[in-house]
């Protein structure tokens, strides 16, 4: 069961969502930039499934190559279209204007499902040498690394870890959420570059206490699924 505290929108779009408007999205190429071309606002996605108590209905799902960068100043996509990192968000409703930006205020209720991952030159908090591009995501397992954090950025990740998950509910008043947070498992990969991503994840998950600002890991429970972003 998730927390009963309720957290304030302003902090979720301020610290998580601060590269958002930028996000690449499902059926968009693998660029992290919407110069030029209008972009379009996240479309309806039914090949993706989740299971357990934290599970919702996923009908949207975005593609975010921006988040990494500016979070952590990570290089996201590389030539050719394939990542280093990214953002995947998965939702029952559309949070995302037509100019491509999250909702200054996210609409409510909905809920919403945010996984990162780093390729292998970022695992750990890692950088690549400086001058030297990053190595791809290739298809493959990548562990959850538990940042014991309500704001998990991929360049916080602990040693070995290379991907992270959170769940958001906004049930309560219009900007108001609780979250809970992957604290193990992993994220599995089957595709990842020029706008397509595919996997399945296998998570414990557990709510945060916002009233003291911890994670219950006493309370952590299942939760799997499956994912395909696909671009035109």
Not at 38 to 61: H, M
């Amino acid at each position: 069961m998730m927390a009963r505290e309720m957290r304030e929108d302003v902090r979720f779009t301020g610290r998580l969502m601060a590269g958002v408007a930028g996000a690449t999205l499902a059926g968009c190429s693998g660029s992290s930039s919407t110069t030029g071309a209008e972009a379009p606002t996240a479309v309806p996605d039914a090949g993706n499934t989740l299971d357990g108590s934290y599970a919702f209905p996923v009908r949207y799902s975005v593609v975010d190559t921006q988040l990494a960068h500016d979070q952590c100043g990570y290089q996201t996509v590389l030539s050719g279209g394939a990542y280093a990192a990214f953002a995947l968000w998965l939702s029952d409703v559309d949070v995302f204007d037509d100019a491509g930006g999250m909702f200054a205020v996210t609409p409510s209720p909905s809920h919403i499902l945010s996984i990162q991952v780093a390729g292998p030159s970022y695992v750990g908090s890692n950088t690549p040498p400086s001058g030297t591009d990053p190595k791809p995501i290739r298809p493959g397992v990548f562990p959850i690394g538990f940042e014991d954090a309500d704001d998990d950025e991929l360049c916080s990740l602990p040693s070995g870890g290379a991907a992270t998950l959170d769940r958001y509910d906004f049930a309560g008043d219009a900007g108001e959420y609780t979250q809970a947070t992957a604290v193990s498992g992993s994220v599995t990969l089957t595709q990842a570059g020029q706008g397509h991503v595919v996997g399945r994840f296998d998570v414990q998950i557990a709510p945060i206490v916002y009233g003291d600002v911890f994670i219950d890991t006493q309370h952590a429970v299942a939760f799997s699924g499956t994912f395909d972003a696909t671009g035109m």
